[in-house]
């Protein structure tokens, strides 16, 4: 069966999905730990299939400030991946690795731009190495880009990218803990329609 | 009492007295404001895309709130049918961002001023002239369109309040 949008998967390939957001997720607090050199607690992700307009109430509402950091994805499966960092991750992530903080775009110098990209870049990989480990297609990552900005508007580069093809995109919400400090983060997976047959056909899912 | 009414992401509504029209974070979408000063019929648009005639899947283009040059015809045509005049009606637009640095998808590249574009040649297209216009560079929007006054208010996380 070939799908044609995100709302067609069943329910055991949303549970693949699911899976590889768990491993990913997981991946992503080992490495963010090691990166801190602090303990990173990670509760079970929430994944689910949502479109656009839930996605922003999930965040927080449309006008939310929010850390967005956007890679394309090439190889077999192409796409974007987009992680949006609420305030409280960015904070814990440029006070451990630079000691400063985090006071909007505007406050942020190139290191401290660097350092969050840095550090998406690393968790990007975590649910890109977990995706390619348990599907053996490649998959690759572009350089990232960052924004400091409302949700809806970070949202509405994906949205409009994929507006012809789906109005679902899959999120991931980790939240991330260090000591008494929670932090949350969001990953948005965006493959192509395509991709995502191929993907799941190399799961043995397709039928 | 004056009512907010929301307008989603590839939607559109009218509002009359001294009701306010909100579309919130416009990014590289672009939100239409037109406004009939006799009526006091204010009217408001949120696009994604330049153009119906760039994707073929029939579902999509069920959505004509969604591209440029269908949502901003249905928008004057709601706002005549609710007592508007067309020759009156003046535009004032918004958003159009670049998010993003481009990555690796080239369709991606420049969507906002695309968009821009493609809502200027529609306005045009409909003898629809622009009064005032805040779009381009990296940041988001949140419009707001009064029907007292036609006033449209701009507002962003790091550049403040506009009043156009």
Do not use: W
């Amino acid at each position: 069966m070939a799908i044609n949008d995100y709302g067609d998967l069943n329910e055991i390939q949303l549970d693949a999905l699911k899976e590889i957001g768990n491993i990913g997720s997981g991946n992503a607090a080992t490495a963010l730990s090691a990166m801190l050199e602090r303990e990173v607690n990670i509760a079970v992700p929430k994944i689910n299939v949502l479109d656009y307009s839930s996605v922003c109430d999930t965040l927080g509402g449309p006008e939310q400030l929010l850390v967005g950091i956007l890679f394309g994805i090439s190889g077999d499966i192409t796409g974007m991946i987009m992680f949006l960092l609420h305030k409280e991750f960015a904070h814990m992530v440029l006070n451990s690795l630079v000691g400063s903080e985090f006071d909007g775009y505007s406050g942020l110098d190139e290191m401290d731009k660097s350092t969050i990209q840095e550090v998406g870049n690393i968790m990007a990989g975590s649910y890109v190495n977990a995706m390619a480990a348990m599907t053996g297609l490649t998959i690759d990552l572009s350089v990232p880009t960052m924004n400091v900005d409302m949700a809806g508007a970070l949202l509405s580069v994906p949205a409009i990218y994929y507006a012809n093809i789906s109005d679902k995109i899959i999120v991931i919400e980790d939240e991330f803990g260090h000591e008494q400090v929670g932090a949350s983060s969001h990953v948005l997976l965006i493959p192509e329609v395509d991709g995502l047959t191929k993907l799941m056909k190399s799961l043995g899912l397709d039928s | 009492m004056s009512k907010t009414i929301v307008v989603g992401i590839a939607d559109y509504n009218i509002a009359k007295d001294c009701d306010v029209l909100v579309t919130y974070a416009l990014g590289s979408c672009v939100g239409i404001c037109l406004y009939d000063p006799l009526t006091k019929i204010a009217g408001l648009s949120h696009i994604m895309l330049p153009t119906i005639t760039e994707f073929n899947d029939p579902r999509m283009t069920l959505q004509r709130g969604k591209y440029a040059d269908t949502a901003i015809e249905l928008l004057m045509q709601s706002m005549i049918n609710a007592g508007a005049l067309r020759i009156r009606l003046r535009a004032k637009i918004a958003g159009g961002a670049q998010m993003f640095a481009p990555i690796n998808n080239k369709n991606l590249a420049g969507i906002g001023e695309r968009n821009v574009i493609a809502v200027k040649k529609e306005l045009a297209r409909l003898r629809i002239p622009i009064v005032a216009e805040d779009t381009g560079k990296d940041y988001g929007r949140t419009q707001f369109l009064s029907a007292e006054d036609g006033k449209m208010r701009i507002k962003s996380v790091n550049r403040g309040e506009s009043i156009y």
